[in-house]
Nanobody
Framework: QVQLVESGGGLVQPGGSLRLSCAASGSIFGVIMGWYRQAPGKQRELVATISSGGTTNYADSVKGRFTISRDNAKNTVYLQMNSLKPEDTAVYYC????????WGQGTQVTVSS
């Protein structure tokens, strides 16, 4: 069992930045890590993933604005979000994908003036 704890969410104005963190209770070496989000009334959607070797993948809606990174020594994955838009408002979830899949509890990101 792996526990994922997200942090860093909050309220930010349009154009602002936030950095989300996801700390895993176990090693993330060799694991594909990702961030997903779910807005009210919508399905959960992929935001970004990063492989154990550092290969990244982004949703078209966040390309050029968001950056996913990982620190295997700290068992932590990050999501740097810049140029935030109101449509980025959602609960953001950390995802751990190996032989089993685990989810964090989510952190709220609200982009509003």
């Amino acid at each position: 069992q792996v526990q994922l704890v997200e942090s860093g969410g909050g309220l930010v104005q349009p154009g602002g930045s936030l950095r989300l963190s996801c700390a895993a209770s176990g090693s993330i070496f060799g694991v594909i890590m990702g961030w997903y989000r779910q807005a009210p009334g919508k399905q959960r959607e992929l935001v970004a993933t990063i492989s154990s070797g550092g290969t990244t993948n982004y949703a078209d809606s966040v390309k050029g604005r968001f950056t996913i990174s990982r620190d295997n020594a700290k068992n932590t994955v990050y999501l740097q979000m810049n140029s935030l838009k109101p449509e980025d408002t959602a609960v953001y979830y950390c995802n751990y994908r190996s032989a089993r899949t685990y989810w964090g509890q989510g952190t709220q990101v609200t982009v509003s003036s």
